[in-house]
């Protein structure tokens, strides 16, 4: 359904003024396919078997069915709200990557009208969610992500048939290696090359034919007993296609909004920043933009990174291996002469446990560690070549998501405190002063979001919609207006949570009474005993000091905000934009 695909361009219009990456749009950290899994099973913490997908996205309802799952587990549902409505709120529209789509699990367990539900939108809203894919439309964007030619796998061979594309999938807990994918008999590529063209012909559906190939590679592979390639395929895999059929029917009724990277609005400004490439496909400017923008974020990381292998070195069985950890690091970053950086994450994990291949607890960290760098530095590639702005939701203390923030905090030349910690730095290439840092909020907002309805929500978003609406035009530009519009945003969302309680309500109003109480007598005191000598002209003293006693619960409560804002889980927006360079070397790689 091309004609009926709504393509949106990579500035939006919102609240009649244009904003860019800064307040714009975002890309969640966590929801990236592998991060939704990790969530998925986090939340679970083992009670539930999701083990066998042909049980899970089986369309016949069962104990071990997607739908019974997330209907029996609601923290399910409630954590990726908070997620999603955390970042909401800070941009209005969030970008869908296809791995995200076509993988997530929470997105296909979901669908997108819970989803648009989660975010309180109305069918008269514009879309939030917006699908960021490289074909023309969400048909050809699966096809893309699902299948792939033989010969696309092993160069060597002239296979031109299709087979599924070697990957790890996420929402199935399956990997599909090289060798799986062109291991399997000429029947299954016959069959599925056949379909194949059919759907491109507009025959059938390329949904259909995906599920057709994953339902048989799940039986040539032993699940399931099968003699030959069946002409009609069973129904293991019923109900993740009808996932991607509501996603394809979302995106053209308009509920969710599609961006073409291939239209030329896209990647004009791309082939902008490398004039060099004029001439060459977009496809290849897609991938040479990526791999500059990764090898300088990445490279910028080294230090850090470093020095995290550093610190574990102190355990004997961490040092004995350290140069293997951090060549794998410059392995995965590359050479702008020798070697391309490595940005499929599969090989980049791969190269990862090589490093890594010892059993002891240490190890197992530190490659926990290199492989949430490695994730992390993905996706800030991600969403700064996709003009947005990265979020992590929730990082937990020790993650690399929050020592990446603290990092470029440290070696700031001026920091604010209270909600938010956005940084000031000199390029020493230019000499110019810009604004760059990560904003910081305590994981008690996205508490409180996760536990609203979604009529609660919605009323809520309406409610502080000038709140809201001032926090995302703020920018890394004023750190003071940034700084107001955090601690504003934070406290309506605070205020939020308050409970009516009658008991409570009358605990609160006898405080109050003995306060005030407490309150007069100093004041009294004050006015005829202690100070009552003073001169007229002094009296400010007396202001000053009743004052000062007037506000000391304001000031508890300040300080128990602040040290909630800088301890423990926290939600980090890294607002900053990456500064490397465009060597003539690196726009040679690739073409």
Same mark, same amino acid.
């Given at each position: 359904?091309?004609?009926?695909?709504?393509?949106?361009?990579?500035?939006?219009?919102?609240?009649?003024?244009?904003?860019?990456?800064?307040?714009?749009?975002?890309?969640?950290?966590?929801?990236?396919?592998?991060?939704?899994?990790?969530?998925?099973?986090?939340?679970?913490?083992?009670?539930?078997?999701?083990?066998?997908?042909?049980?899970?996205?089986?369309?016949?309802?069962?104990?071990?069915?997607?739908?019974?799952?997330?209907?029996?587990?609601?923290?399910?549902?409630?954590?990726? *709200?908070?997620?999603?409505?955390?970042?909401?709120?800070?941009?209005?529209?969030?970008?869908?990557?296809?791995?995200?789509?076509?993988?997530?699990?929470?997105?296909?367990?979901?669908?997108?009208?819970? =989803?648009?539900?989660?975010?309180?939108?109305?069918?008269?809203?514009?879309?939030?969610?917006?699908?960021?894919?490289?074909?023309? !439309?969400?048909?050809?964007?699966?096809?893309?992500?699902?299948?792939?030619?033989?010969?696309?796998?092993?160069?060597?061979?002239?296979? !031109?048939? &299709?087979?599924?594309?070697?990957?790890?999938?996420?929402?199935?807990?399956? !990997?599909?290696? +090289?060798?799986?994918?062109?291991?399997?008999?000429?029947?299954?590529?016959?069959?599925?090359? $056949?379909?194949?063209?059919?759907?491109?012909?507009?025959?059938?559906?390329?949904?259909?034919?995906?599920?057709?190939?994953?339902?048989? &590679?799940?039986?040539?592979?032993?699940?399931?007993?099968?003699?030959?390639?069946?002409?009609?395929?069973?129904?293991?895999?019923?109900?993740?296609?009808?996932?991607?059929?509501?996603?394809?029917?979302?995106?053209?009724?308009?509920?969710?909004?599609?961006?073409?990277?291939?239209?030329? +609005?896209?990647?004009?400004?791309?082939?902008?920043?490398?004039?060099?490439?004029?001439?060459?496909?977009?496809?290849?400017?897609? $991938?040479?933009?990526?791999?500059?923008?990764?090898?300088?974020?990445?490279?910028?990381?080294?230090?850090?990174?470093?020095?995290?292998?550093?610190?574990?070195?102190?355990?004997?069985?961490?040092?004995?291996?350290?140069?293997?950890?951090?060549?794998?690091?410059?392995?995965?970053?590359?050479?702008?002469?020798?070697?391309?950086? =490595?940005?499929?994450?599969?090989?980049?994990?791969?190269?990862?446990?090589?490093?890594?291949?010892?059993?002891?607890?240490?190890?197992?960290?530190?490659?926990?560690?290199?492989?949430?760098?490695?994730?992390?530095?993905?996706?800030?590639?991600?969403?700064?070549?996709?003009?947005?702005?990265?979020? *992590?939701?929730?990082?937990?203390?020790?993650?690399?998501?929050?020592?990446?923030?603290?990092?470029?905090?440290?070696?700031? +030349?001026?920091?604010?405190?209270?909600?938010?910690?956005?940084?000031?730095?000199? !390029?020493?290439?230019?000499?110019?002063?810009?604004?760059?840092?990560?904003?910081?909020? +305590?994981?008690?907002?996205?508490?409180?979001?996760?536990?609203?309805? *979604?009529?609660?929500?919605?009323?809520?978003?309406?409610?502080?919609?000038?709140?809201?609406?001032?926090?995302?035009?703020?920018?890394?530009?004023?750190?003071?207006?940034?700084?107001?519009?955090?601690?504003?945003?934070?406290?309506?969302?605070?205020?939020?949570?308050?409970?009516?309680?009658?008991?409570?309500?009358?605990?609160?109003?006898?405080?109050?009474?003995?306060?005030?109480?407490?309150?007069? =007598?100093?004041?009294?005191?004050?006015?005829?005993?202690?100070?009552?000598?003073?001169?007229?002209?002094?009296?400010?003293?007396?202001?000053?000091?009743?004052?000062?006693?007037?506000?000391?619960?304001?000031?508890?409560?300040?300080?128990?905000?602040?040290?909630?804002?800088?301890?423990?889980?926290?939600?980090?927006?890294?607002?900053?934009?990456?500064?490397?360079?465009?060597?003539?070397?690196?726009?040679?790689?690739?073409?």
């Amino acid at each position: 359904m091309p004609g009926k695909t709504q393509h949106y361009p990579s500035h939006h219009n919102i609240d009649n003024h244009t904003v860019g990456a800064s307040s714009g749009r975002v890309l969640i950290e966590n929801l990236d396919s592998v991060m939704q899994r990790k969530l998925w099973d986090d939340t679970l913490d083992g009670r539930v078997n999701t083990s066998n997908p042909a049980m899970f996205w089986n369309k016949t309802p069962s104990p071990e069915g997607c739908t019974a799952i997330v209907h029996n587990n609601p923290k399910l549902v409630e954590r990726f *709200a908070g997620i999603l409505r955390t970042s909401f709120l800070y941009c209005p529209q969030i970008l869908l990557t296809d791995a995200e789509l076509f993988d997530g699990i929470f997105f296909l367990a979901l669908g997108p009208q819970a =989803i648009n539900e989660i975010l309180g939108k109305s069918l008269a809203d514009p879309p939030s969610l917006i699908f960021s894919g490289r074909g023309n !439309t969400f048909e050809h964007c699966l096809r893309l992500f699902t299948l792939r030619r033989i010969n696309e796998i092993k160069p060597e061979c002239k296979d !031109t048939r &299709y087979t599924v594309r070697p990957l790890k999938l996420s929402s199935m807990d399956l !990997t599909i290696t +090289d060798d799986d994918a062109v291991s399997l008999n000429d029947s299954f590529y016959n069959e599925l090359t $056949s379909r194949v063209d059919a759907a491109r012909q507009g025959a059938c559906s390329i949904i259909n034919v995906v599920i057709w190939a994953y339902e048989q &590679y799940w039986s040539l592979q032993g699940h399931t007993a099968l003699n030959d390639v069946p002409v009609q395929s069973n129904d293991n895999f019923g109900f993740l296609a009808q996932r991607w059929k509501e996603w394809s029917d979302a995106i053209a009724a308009g509920r969710v909004g599609y961006e073409n990277q291939e239209n030329p +609005d896209f990647y004009r400004p791309i082939l902008g920043k490398h004039p060099s490439m004029d001439n060459v496909q977009p496809k290849e400017a897609w $991938s040479q933009d990526f791999k500059t923008i990764f090898r300088g974020i990445a490279k910028s990381s080294v230090p850090i990174i470093n020095s995290i292998i550093t610190r574990a070195g102190k355990n004997s069985a961490v040092s004995d291996r350290a140069e293997n950890y951090q060549q794998a690091v410059k392995d995965i970053i590359g050479d702008n002469d020798k070697k391309k950086p =490595i940005i499929e994450r599969t090989k980049a994990f791969n190269r990862i446990d090589e490093a890594c291949n010892e059993q002891d607890i240490c190890t197992n960290n530190l490659r926990n560690i290199l492989r949430d760098w490695y994730q992390f530095m993905y996706q800030r590639t991600l969403a700064f070549h996709l003009d947005a702005t990265l979020i *992590a939701v929730n990082a937990p203390e020790n993650s690399y998501e929050q020592i990446a923030a603290r990092s470029a905090i440290a070696q700031s +030349d001026h920091q604010t405190h209270g909600g938010c910690h956005p940084v000031k730095s000199t !390029t020493a290439s230019t000499k110019k002063t810009h604004r760059v840092g990560a904003l910081v909020l +305590d994981e008690h907002v996205t508490k409180v979001l996760e536990k609203m309805s *979604a009529s609660a929500f919605g009323l809520f978003c309406y409610q502080t919609r000038t709140v809201i609406r001032k926090w995302r035009k703020c920018d890394a530009s004023s750190i003071h207006k940034l700084k107001a519009r955090t601690k504003d945003m934070a406290y309506s969302v605070y205020e939020a949570d308050k409970e009516q309680d009658r008991r409570q309500e009358g605990l609160t109003i006898w405080k109050s009474f003995i306060f005030a109480a407490v309150l007069s =007598i100093i004041a009294a005191m004050c006015d005829n005993v202690w100070f009552g000598n003073f001169q007229s002209n002094q009296i400010w003293i007396v202001v000053l000091v009743s004052w000062f006693v007037s506000m000391i619960p304001n000031f508890i409560e300040i300080i128990n905000w602040e040290r909630g804002v800088r301890r423990g889980v926290k939600t980090v927006i890294y607002m900053d934009r990456p500064d490397f360079e465009t060597t003539p070397s690196s726009e040679k790689e690739g073409r």
